[in-house]
């Protein structure tokens, strides 16, 4: 399979927790011009509104790009009006106003020549007992998202999870929840991101996720990281969880499946483009090492169903 590398504009720009800065701010065609030199990179995926413009004012320079975009990631959570909520506020102008960026994001899809917007709703939940209408909100986040894949049937609308982080508990926490909303939502045009690192910290598999989400036709973007599977902590893929990363490259090559990857990594240490090049290899290295058992190989280890012969063989496979 060819898989095809989206770099996430932000993985190249700041970087900073509560503690310390990481990484210096860079420029939006600063981050343009440095995804262009990357070796293993076919795409980029920008963010609305931030790099783009609320109307779009940065469009030229996304256009000058010799890298097509694989997704506008529409940011429904960063913005002060949507602190206690985007598509869940309570308030109904914060909701429109929530919508109105997922459809003005559609807008600049379209301009752009994909035909995806991103959207992660992490501000969208609860924190604490007793605090929302869980009815209620799950309700307006349908309304919403009907109402945004009506706007463009054209454009795919992919709903990226995650259990926690901004919110203590988020409303699409879990890829069955994720996939209840694409069903209730009842547009072809509406699914799902599995990010491999949201996967692990709500206790999932990836592989399983991935599958699960391709049975429903809903499997729209992939996003590749790792972490210890209590915080999202955007490492490289296999840094942390090496098979459960090689069993996702296997199903997503035993499933058929083809489009975008892209990868939420982001390094304190050194610099980000060559931690990034660095990630491509590292795919590349394992799809290899997928070659080298065979298809037929894993499949075989997956009918016998035992541990030990399995994991004897693919360690083998290492050296």
């Not at 590398?5 to 011009?33: C, I, M, W």
């Not at 030229?60 to 959570?77: E, M």
């Not at 990857?261 to 290899?281: C, I, N, Q, S």
């Amino acid at each position: 399979m060819a898989i095809r590398n989206s770099v996430l504009l932000g993985t190249l720009g700041k970087y900073s927790d509560r503690f310390h800065t990481y990484q210096p701010a860079q420029s939006f065609e600063d981050r343009l011009r440095a995804s262009e030199k990357l070796k293993g990179a076919h795409g980029v995926e920008p963010v609305y509104p931030q790099d783009i413009g609320r109307q779009g004012e940065y469009l030229g320079a996304l256009k000058a790009c010799d890298l097509p975009v694989s997704a506008v990631n529409v940011n429904i959570k960063g913005d002060h009006e949507f602190c206690r909520g985007a598509l869940t506020n309570s308030d109904p102008e914060v909701r429109a106003l929530a919508l109105d960026y997922i459809k003005s994001g559609m807008d600049m899809a379209v301009e752009t020549g994909t035909d995806m917007v991103s959207v992660c709703p992490l501000i969208d939940g609860w924190d604490h007992p007793f605090e929302v209408d869980y009815q209620a909100q799950w309700n307006w986040m349908v309304e919403a998202l009907r109402e945004a894949a009506a706007h463009r049937p054209e454009i795919r609308v992919s709903l990226e999870y995650k259990p926690f982080e901004v919110r203590n508990r988020i409303t699409l926490g879990t890829m069955p929840r994720t996939l209840l909303m694409c069903e209730e939502v009842g547009a072809k045009n509406v699914g799902v991101t599995m990010d491999a690192g949201h996967a692990l910290i709500a206790g999932e598999s990836p592989a399983a996720e991935l599958a699960l989400a391709h049975h429903k036709d809903r499997l729209f973007y992939v996003h590749f990281n790792d972490n210890d599977r209590q915080w999202d902590w955007d490492t490289l893929p296999g840094s942390v969880n090496l098979w459960e990363t090689i069993e996702t490259l296997y199903w997503v090559r035993r499933l058929g499946w083809s489009g975008w990857f892209a990868y939420d990594v982001f390094t304190r240490k050194g610099d980000p483009a060559e931690a990034l090049e660095a990630t491509f290899e590292i795919m590349d290295i394992f799809e290899g090492l997928i070659d080298k058992i065979g298809m037929d190989g894993l499949g075989a280890m997956i009918d016998r169903g035992e541990p030990g012969p399995a994991f004897r063989d693919l360690i083998k496979a290492l050296v």
